[in-house]
């Protein structure tokens, strides 16, 4: 008897950890961008092998990453009210089509030999502006695929172990793709893997959403946004905490070509390796988060997530062993996701649907919009100071956010609970987010 209970059990929790594959829409989505998602990482290794083989400068690394999120975080809060005034699904559809467009661009351009270092960064800029419209869309359509609320952490958390999962595989496979059939070839990969998103989209049967009464003047459903978004105390301090996470500590990746060479001497294989690992850790922590069955309890991994993750990247900074450094980055990874998937449940449960495009939209200003300007001062910075110490002191102000976070938590526990009682996602006891 206990070994057939242990077996019901560990099939309970298996099935719990996939809960929202049970919505046809989801698990369409789901299989589509699992394959999309990882010609995209193949494409972000790619990119950034190509422009430092090209350059063998930390700072136009920087400059391809900054041109890559400015436009994202400029154009976000327009995309968001595009997205509760339009109908997402469409919309993903045309975004992802661009996406694949600029695929197939950057493949004709490495492949034909006529790739500068201008044509990247144009590129770049252009997939920026795409997602200004697609991350905040993308971001609100998750519930117009899940009929239970109660499921939506579930579908978050599965969502990040899809992006984690390809960022396990596609690193790994870019390294050896740049090696063996060289960078033309792993953008040509990452445009035909579009094929598969555009295709489960169209497959899926979504119901007419209502958009409710609309005004016609976008700047004011902008503004309705930001002071929905900023007067709350929750989000506000969520979102604050995430965009200095973005700013300081995401920029790391943009260096990881230079402690793959300078530092560890690898090659493109060390780099994938290094990508890689960050998946890792990511996916772990994506898939200990989906198998929760209540979002209570979420806000105290936030500073958690953020402290842990400063830690490791300082010591990451001073490493210079291959197999240390691996470790380290799964650690970063699994921070990394811990904070930014429990910031991101914690917003889309608390917000309204009227007003979740608008508000997802400066969640994808702080998460996208703020690494850009960190890309460019971290590249800068590492010109001038060597790529550890820079990533050394992103790691110390990592610590320092998580530490005004934890100590601001208990008043942020007071201002979501009344909201989870009406939700009808905690009873009306005391208790804690």
């Known amino acids: 008897m206990r070994a057939n209970s242990s077996g019901s059990e560990g099939r309970s929790h298996l099935s719990g950890i996939f809960r929202a594959l049970r919505y046809r829409n989801y698990r369409l989505f789901f299989a589509g961008q699992g394959i999309s998602l990882i010609g995209t990482w193949i494409q972000g290794v790619t990119v950034s092998w190509l422009v430092y083989h090209m350059t063998h400068s930390a700072f136009l690394l920087g400059v391809v990453g900054f041109s890559g999120q400015i436009a994202t975080s400029i154009l976000s809060p327009f995309g968001g009210v595009m997205g509760d005034r339009w109908n997402r699904h469409r919309m993903i559809v045309v975004t992802q089509s661009l996406f694949m467009a600029q695929a197939f661009a950057f493949s004709a351009l490495v492949l034909t030999g006529a790739v500068r ?132 500590a995401m920029p790391y990746a943009v260096l990881l070509p230079i402690f793959a060479t300078k530092i560890l001497h690898g090659d493109a294989h060390t780099l994938g390796f290094l990508t890689a690992a960050g998946g890792v850790g990511a996916l772990i922590a994506a898939a200990l988060l989906a198998s929760r069955r209540t979002v209570l309890g979420l806000g105290k991994r936030i500073p958690i997530g953020a402290g842990i993750l400063g830690a490791a990247l300082i010591a990451f900074s001073f490493s210079h062993a291959l197999w240390l450094s691996l470790l380290l980055l799964v650690t970063v990874g699994f921070a990394m996701m811990t904070q930014m998937a429990s910031s991101n449940t914690i917003v889309q449960t608390i917000v309204d649907d009227n007003m979740r495009g608008r508000v997802m939209s400066f969640y994808t200003m702080a998460f996208m919009g703020t690494a850009p300007f960190g890309s460019l001062l971290s590249g800068a910075l590492a010109s001038k100071i060597g790529a550890p110490y820079t990533v050394m002191i992103g790691g110390a102000i990592c610590i320092i956010g998580a530490g005004v976070f934890a100590w601001r938590l208990p008043r942020l526990r007071e201002l979501i609970r009344p909201i989870y009682v009406e939700k009808g996602l905690m009873p009306e006891v005391p208790g804690g987010v």
């Open 117 to 248: 270092v201008w044509e990247v960064i144009a590129l770049a800029m252009f997939s920026g502006i795409v997602n200004g419209f697609d991350m905040p869309a993308r971001q609100a359509f998750v519930v117009e695929m899940i009929e239970d609320r109660e499921d939506l952490g579930n579908a978050i958390a599965l969502n990040s172990s899809m992006f984690n999962g390809a960022r396990l595989v596609g690193p790994a496979v870019a390294g050896a793709l740049i090696v063996a059939v060289g960078e033309g070839a792993c953008f040509l990969i990452n445009g035909l893997s579009y094929l598969a998103v555009i295709a489960a989209l169209l497959a899926m049967r979504i119901a007419p959403r209502d958009l409710g009464a609309q005004t016609p003047n976008i700047l004011q459903e902008m503004r309705e946004g930001f002071h929905r978004t900023f007067g709350s105390v929750p989000i506000r301090s969520i979102i604050l905490l995430l965009g200095l996470v973005s700013l300081v």
